[in-house]
Structures are given as structure tokens and as C-alpha cells.
């Protein structure tokens, strides 16, 4: 097995050109997983890991540009209130010693339908930056998962950041797993709300052959505050928009039965975490103000 | 290839380490540190846990090109002179070993926490352990030993 090791993001794009079919390796926690229990021995890895301008994060245009190698350890401490959501999701990854090698362009590669980074931003509306030697592309987070651990980075493609406006508003992060540490989510839900424009993002994790949006839940959140006037003057939202959320994030799912959970517990539990997140979210809006966070 | 990385102040080098093998094994058997514990292969356990560069990780997911150059401390390198740390000190006063399997990784974790967080709540030392598991003493010895650490530390 061949080892590279490049030093600049150039030479790592030239070889993964050169390289189509070598894997990618940044922290290791799902690369080294399936090299240790021999699932699958690629021909070569490309270890990403020194690569200083994917360490890296900065502002422009009013987006953040966050490099794919910035750890979730990283991104809790340093981007924690730009990001809230991102990061609530990044601590209930693995433990401090998988937080302090995982990364998000690592859950993004391995595009688990269960990656906690995945529902905030979907809610938050981010995109994924792929890059190769023929140049780069975003591509909308909505579109970048194809199916379960498959996505349309392309063979010579290797993820270089995510782009995502910094938090408009209020964001909330839920996930249910066996226990608090160390779990895979058996589901997971995200929500963004921006007042200052009226919308309302949201993420459903584990619960369909990929991450995905709750489309219809967000529009009918959005339609039904903005005619009520909410968004300017935040009052307590009624139960029965709260249930219909609820409903329309579950439909939103198509969950299926596995080692880690039925369908139809998964189904039970979205509406309760559409249902809390939505709540919680809300109470910091009515806190708050209409604030962004920056 | 041929690896080269400091343990414990202590430079080594060696020769036809496979690219794809883990720091923990490079660790184990090819350097003869057997502090680091082999269980889970997939960062599930904690009981590998090694400081890569002054950073908590479990050296079963670190591939061995990656500590390259690299600094290493594991658990043999805690203590100084021939005496154990204050955490190890406090493990042993403590009773919070049984089988002992668990410890080395509990041990570097818990002096991960104390150098980061001299004065943890017991939250905070539950979140900082959370990955490290132990399946025969239970952990309220281990929170007595990390409060004890801290005291001491402090």
C-alpha cells in the first residue's frame, strides 16, 4: 500500500489525480476503522492531515469558509456562537479523543445517513467545496448525498471545505442514541431559523437512505409566521403548529428498521425532537430578539 | 516505510512498518511499549489513548505514516525520575483500577483534562472521560481518583 504524504493542497489534488482510486485520510476515525478490521485495504492513502490550508478557516463575503480539516474539537471552540448549531452536533461526536481528530469534510466523505454534521447544515443551507487539478466546485450540502455513504465527489475530487452563512438566528441540534457519549444517532434532528428573512432550515439525520431536508415543514413554518406576523413579534407558537411541524418533519423521513432502532421508533422519535427543537429555538428567538449571532 | 517519531523524549526509528498499521501497533509491537492497551480497534474504548503532539487521540486510529516525525506521549511517560504522576498516584490511592486493562487509557485522558481543566467539575470529568470505557470497576473510584488529581494538582 502506498503512503503519500503531501504538504500543499496542490500536491495533494495532483495526487489524487494521479491516484483516483486512493483513499483520503484526515483523523482517521472511519478510515482506520476499516483498515484495522480489514474491510477494505485501498491501494493507497493520501494522508491530508498536514495540509495547512485545510486547517484553516476564514470570513468572506459574509460566509464562513471553513476548511475540511478543521477538527469538531476546533470548531467548538472556535466557532461555536458564529455556528451553534454545527457545533451543538459536533459535541455529541465520539469523545474528546475522536472530537480532536474527526473532522466535518471526514463526514461529509464518508457521507453516513447517521453523520451528526450532516442535519445543521442541511438547516443552515450550507455547501460542500470539492476540488480537483480540473478545478472547484460548491455544491448545496441538499444535493451532495447521493445514498447511503455515497456522494457525488467525483474519483479526482477531494473535499476542500464547507461554505455556510454564519448563524442568521437561533439553531438547535437534537440526537438519540443509546447513551449521551460514543453513539451513532439512531436519529438526529437540526433547525435554523432566520428571522431577519422569514426562514426556517431544517436537517433530518438516520432517517432516510440519506441526510435530508424537511422541505414542507419548513415552508409551512415560514408561511404560517410570517401571516401571523410572528417573526417581527415572537409570541408562543400555538400546539397545533408545533404538531403539524412535527408531523411534516416525520413524513419528511423514510426510515427504516435496523440494529439500532425500528422505523417507527425512529418516526416517534423525529416528531419529538422536530417538536423540541422547534420549541427551544423558539424560546431563544423570543429571549433574544431577532439578533443574528456572529 | 521507514518511521521514525519520538515517544516519551525518547527518539526511535524503525524499519518496514506498513503504511496502513496503527500507531498502537507501531507502539505495542514494534517498539515494546505495551502501556497503550489494544481492545477495541475503533476508537471506541479510550483504553489506547496517547497525547500525538500535546493532543488527546486513540493511537488505534492514528495510521503510523501519519506520526511521522510526530511526538508521542503514552502512559510510560508520564511519570518522572522512576515515580509515577499525581494522576497515577491517585489512580493507585484511589482503588480505581481492577483489572487494570482500562487504566493507561483513563490515566492519559485524565492528565489531558487536569492540564486543560486543573479544577473539573464531575461533569466535566464525566464528559472528559466519556471515551474511555471500563467494564469491571465501575467508574465512581475513577471520579474519586481524577477529584483526588485535581486537589493535589491544584
Not at chain 1, 483513499?23 to 483498515?35: K, N, Q, R, S, Y
Not at chain 1, 469523545?95 to 464518508?110: A, D, M
Not at chain 2, 508521542?72 to 480505581?96: C, N
Given at each position: 500500500m502506498d503512503f503519500h504524504s503531501p504538504r500543499?493542497?496542490?500536491?495533494?489534488?495532483?495526487l489524487?489525480?494521479?491516484?483516483?482510486?486512493a483513499?483520503?485520510i484526515?483523523?482517521g476515525?472511519?478510515v482506520m476503522?476499516?483498515l484495522n478490521?480489514n474491510?477494505?485495504r485501498p491501494p493507497a492513502l493520501i494522508d491530508?492531515s498536514a495540509?495547512?490550508?485545510?486547517?484553516?478557516?476564514?470570513?468572506?463575503?459574509?460566509?464562513?469558509?471553513?476548511?475540511?480539516?478543521?477538527?469538531?474539537?476546533?470548531?467548538?471552540?472556535?466557532?461555536?456562537?458564529?455556528?451553534?448549531?454545527?457545533?451543538?452536533?459536533?459535541?455529541?461526536?465520539?469523545?474528546?479523543?475522536?472530537?480532536?481528530?474527526?473532522?466535518?469534510?471526514?463526514?461529509?466523505?464518508?457521507?453516513?445517513?447517521?453523520?451528526?454534521?450532516?442535519?445543521?447544515?442541511?438547516?443552515?443551507?450550507?455547501?460542500?467545496?470539492?476540488?480537483?487539478?480540473?478545478?472547484?466546485?460548491?455544491?448545496?450540502?441538499?444535493?451532495?448525498?447521493?445514498?447511503?455513504?455515497?456522494?457525488?465527489?467525483?474519483?479526482?475530487?477531494?473535499?476542500?471545505?464547507?461554505?455556510?452563512?454564519?448563524?442568521?438566528?437561533?439553531?438547535?441540534?437534537?440526537?438519540?442514541?443509546?447513551?449521551?457519549?460514543?453513539?451513532?444517532?439512531?436519529?438526529?434532528?437540526?433547525?435554523?431559523?432566520?428571522?431577519?428573512?422569514?426562514?426556517?432550515?431544517?436537517?433530518?439525520?438516520?432517517?432516510?437512505?440519506?441526510?435530508?431536508?424537511?422541505?414542507?415543514?419548513?415552508?409551512?413554518?415560514?408561511?404560517?409566521?410570517?401571516?401571523?406576523?410572528?417573526?417581527?413579534?415572537?409570541?408562543?407558537?400555538?400546539?397545533?403548529?408545533?404538531?403539524?411541524?412535527?408531523?411534516?418533519?416525520?413524513?419528511?423521513?423514510?426510515?427504516?428498521?435496523?440494529?439500532?432502532?425500528?422505523?417507527?421508533?425512529?418516526?416517534?422519535?423525529?416528531?419529538?425532537?422536530?417538536?423540541?427543537?422547534?420549541?427551544?429555538?423558539?424560546?431563544?428567538?423570543?429571549?433574544?430578539?431577532?439578533?443574528?449571532?456572529? | 516505510m521507514q518511521l521514525r517519531l519520538e515517544v516519551n523524549g525518547v527518539p526511535y526509528e524503525t524499519d518496514d512498518v506498513w503504511e496502513g498499521e496503527s500507531l498502537l501497533y507501531v507502539l505495542r509491537e514494534r517498539l515494546g511499549l505495551w502501556g497503550s492497551?489494544n481492545?477495541?480497534e475503533?476508537?471506541?474504548?479510550?483504553?489506547c489513548?496517547v497525547?500525538l503532539d500535546?493532543?488527546?487521540v486513540?493511537s488505534c486510529l492514528v495510521a503510523a505514516g501519519q506520526a511521522q516525525g510526530r511526538h508521542v506521549v503514552t502512559?510510560e511517560g508520564?511519570?518522572?525520575?522512576?515515580?509515577?504522576?499525581?494522576?497515577?498516584?491517585?489512580?493507585?490511592?484511589?482503588?480505581?483500577?481492577?483489572?487494570?486493562?482500562?487504566?493507561?487509557?483513563?490515566?492519559?485522558?485524565?492528565?489531558?483534562?487536569?492540564?486543560?481543566?486543573?479544577?473539573?467539575?464531575?461533569?466535566?470529568?464525566?464528559?472528559?472521560?466519556?471515551?474511555?470505557?471500563?467494564?469491571?470497576?465501575?467508574?465512581?473510584?475513577?471520579?474519586?481518583?481524577?477529584?483526588?488529581?485535581?486537589?493535589?494538582?491544584?
Amino acid at each position: 500500500m502506498d503512503f503519500h504524504s503531501p504538504r500543499t493542497w496542490a500536491d495533494a489534488l495532483a495526487l489524487k489525480a494521479e491516484h483516483p482510486e486512493a483513499v483520503p485520510i484526515a483523523g482517521g476515525t472511519d478510515v482506520m476503522v476499516e483498515l484495522n478490521f480489514n474491510r477494505h485495504r485501498p491501494p493507497a492513502l493520501i494522508d491530508i492531515s498536514a495540509v495547512p490550508e485545510l486547517a484553516q478557516w476564514d470570513r468572506a463575503d459574509g460566509h464562513l469558509r471553513v476548511g475540511a480539516g478543521v477538527s469538531y474539537t476546533r470548531l467548538v471552540r472556535e466557532l461555536g456562537p458564529r455556528l451553534p448549531g454545527l457545533a451543538m452536533a459536533a459535541r455529541t461526536v465520539g469523545s474528546p479523543q475522536i472530537r480532536n481528530r474527526g473532522t466535518v469534510g471526514g463526514n461529509l466523505g464518508s457521507a453516513s445517513p447517521a453523520g451528526d454534521a450532516h442535519p445543521p447544515l442541511l438547516a443552515g443551507r450550507a455547501s460542500v467545496e470539492l476540488a480537483s487539478v480540473r478545478g472547484t466546485r460548491l455544491v448545496p450540502v441538499e444535493e451532495f448525498f447521493t445514498g447511503p455513504k455515497r456522494s457525488v465527489l467525483a474519483a479526482d475530487e477531494l473535499i476542500s471545505a464547507f461554505v455556510v452563512r454564519p448563524a442568521p438566528g437561533p439553531e438547535q441540534f437534537c440526537k438519540v442514541g443509546t447513551r449521551n457519549a460514543m453513539v451513532i444517532a439512531v436519529a438526529s434532528f437540526a433547525i435554523s431559523l432566520d428571522p431577519e428573512h422569514g426562514r426556517v432550515g431544517t436537517g433530518i439525520g438516520s432517517a432516510a437512505p440519506t441526510p435530508r431536508r424537511a422541505a414542507g415543514a419548513e415552508e409551512l413554518l415560514e408561511a404560517e409566521l410570517s401571516a401571523a406576523g410572528m417573526w417581527e413579534r415572537p409570541r408562543p407558537l400555538p400546539d397545533g403548529l408545533l404538531h403539524r411541524f412535527a408531523e411534516l418533519v416525520t413524513s419528511a423521513a423514510s426510515p427504516i428498521d435496523d440494529v439500532r432502532g425500528s422505523a417507527a421508533y425512529r418516526r416517534h422519535a423525529l416528531a419529538i425532537m422536530a417538536r423540541r427543537a422547534l420549541s427551544w429555538a423558539w424560546a431563544d428567538l423570543m429571549r433574544n430578539g431577532n439578533a443574528p449571532c456572529n | 516505510m521507514q518511521l521514525r517519531l519520538e515517544v516519551n523524549g525518547v527518539p526511535y526509528e524503525t524499519d518496514d512498518v506498513w503504511e496502513g498499521e496503527s500507531l498502537l501497533y507501531v507502539l505495542r509491537e514494534r517498539l515494546g511499549l505495551w502501556g497503550s492497551k489494544n481492545a477495541c480497534e475503533q476508537g471506541e474504548c479510550g483504553s489506547c489513548s496517547v497525547l500525538l503532539d500535546g493532543e488527546l487521540v486513540c493511537s488505534c486510529l492514528v495510521a503510523a505514516g501519519q506520526a511521522q516525525g510526530r511526538h508521542v506521549v503514552t502512559v510510560e511517560g508520564l511519570g518522572r525520575d522512576g515515580r509515577m504522576s499525581a494522576v497515577q498516584e491517585a489512580f493507585l490511592e484511589a482503588g480505581a483500577v481492577q483489572c487494570g486493562f482500562c487504566t493507561p487509557g483513563l490515566v492519559v485522558a485524565t492528565e489531558d483534562l487536569l492540564r486543560h481543566n486543573p479544577a473539573p467539575s464531575d461533569v466535566e470529568i464525566r464528559e472528559a472521560l466519556a471515551g474511555n470505557l471500563c467494564r469491571c470497576t465501575g467508574y465512581e473510584k475513577v471520579l474519586d481518583a481524577v477529584r483526588a488529581a485535581a486537589g493535589t494538582s491544584r
